[in-house]
């Protein structure tokens, strides 16, 4: 039902639905439909959230993320890689751009990516999960372990 009541929220605003007057928080929107599943839909919302506040790194690396889960991965590539140029650090951006070059065979500059990654990695229970992941894929490239490469579907 919550689901349902976000793409209903999201159609009704873009559309011009039921004449509600409360402003959307398309970013938050964004969200709830990227964790559902609905991902043009959310790719939708983050332009919107991008155009009440243009160059937000933040929203466009949720926007790389929506790109690279509907196949865009050329769109989320160039997507990330804006993200660097405006805010080099942004350890997401690098995990993403590390784990898409990874699927390009481009190891050196993946390797790169998360080991910026790693040097400005969040802090927080969540994100161990994907510090533990770079960790693995670090060793496996260097060729510290014969593992193979670890999977980023889940997780890019």
Do not use: C
């Not at 793409?7 to 929107?29: L, P, Q, T």
């Not at 999960?129 to 579907?153: C, K, M, N, V, Y």
């Amino acid at each position: 039902m919550h689901l349902r009541r976000d793409i209903m929220s999201w159609w009704n605003k873009v559309f011009g639905g039921d004449g509600d007057r409360e402003r959307v928080d398309y970013y938050e929107e964004g969200m709830a439909l990227l964790k559902a599943g609905s991902f043009h839909e959310a790719l939708t919302s983050f332009r919107l959230a991008l155009k009440e506040s243009p160059g937000d790194t933040v929203i466009l690396q949720q926007i790389a993320i929506a790109y690279t889960r509907i196949g865009m991965t050329d769109e989320a590539t160039k997507t990330y890689r804006h993200v660097l140029q405006k805010e080099p650090s942004a350890p997401g951006a690098h995990y993403g751009l590390a784990y898409l070059l990874l699927r390009s065979g481009e190891e050196g500059e993946a390797r790169e990516h998360l080991e910026s990654f790693l040097e400005h990695a969040p802090s927080g229970a969540e994100a161990q999960e994907h510090i533990a992941h770079a960790r693995a894929t670090l060793a496996q490239i260097r060729g510290e372990t014969d593992a193979p490469l670890p999977s980023d579907e889940r997780r890019s």
